[in-house]
């Protein structure tokens, strides 16, 4: 169990809390932007504690609006959106970030300390861990995103690929049981998808909640095991990647085009959709 939920239950006096402890539970979430732009217009869904979910969509679908209700960024318009027993409208975002933890799409907006180390420490530094707590959870988090020999290094003085891991690591060292990633692939090289490829697993393992909007779709098919695809502020799809991957027609509605190997095992007419290399070569056997 992670830390931060475990202080938490124990703030709050409440017994331990169960596998399901920060099930996000979204009713009927409406937001409309001070512009008059409505950008979400009646989300209903739930996410388990520990579920890896990729979020898809043409642009401008609701994926960010949506995500930034997680952590009170934004509020309702109408609807609610809870985090475990917390109502985001009754919890301050700083309290949020006990269990939310958000990576902005752009590290720049995210990043401000003078190293690598301090950067990373901050958070934890921020939920009033104790400084051995803080130690431990920056090593580990500089470790899972391969920054260890970074840690003097100014943010600014790495590359774009490298202030994306420090904004990962920033996050992931606040051991939040719910972590979202809005775009972490984009402008990233194989090597560093790669990266974060290994990232989302290792907080698989943890038993960590894994949210991530994404626009590649290959990432998507390859590490998330449940798709929701958003379009015009609405839940277009949401389930299995493989049965939401296989809605060719209904995802290019909101201008999603499944992976190359899916559409191909189609047109080859597998019975199965497959979305990865793997999947595919074992239904070419059959
Ligand atoms: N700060 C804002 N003020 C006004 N309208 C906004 C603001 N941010 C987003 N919008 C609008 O809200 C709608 C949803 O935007 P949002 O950023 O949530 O989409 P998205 O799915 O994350 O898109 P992208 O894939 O381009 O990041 C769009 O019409 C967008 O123009
Ligand atoms: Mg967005």
Sequence with gaps: MAVATLEVALERGNPLPTKNSMKITISDLHYTYPTGVTALAGISLTVDSGEQVAIVGQNGAGKTTLVKHFNGLLQPTAGSVLIADWGTTEYSVSKLARRVGYVFQNP???????????????????????????????????AMTELTDKVETNPYDLS???????????????????????EPTTGQDAVNVTRIAHVVKALRERGKTVITITHDIDFCAENFERVIALSQGRVLLDGQAN?????EEILATTYVDPPQLTRLGKRLGFKKTVRNEEEFLAELKR
């Design 160 to 182: 774009a690929t490298w202030r994306k891991m420090v904004a990962l690591a920033s996050v992931i060292a606040m051991d939040t049981d719910i972590v979202i990633f809005d």
């Design 108 to 142: 720049d907006e995210q990043l401000f300390c003078k190293n690598v180390g301090q950067e990373v420490a901050f958070g934890p530094k921020n939920l009033g861990y104790d400084k051995e707590q803080v130690e431990r959870l920056v090593k580990d988090a500089l």
């Design 243 to 247: 049965d939401v991957l296989g809605q």
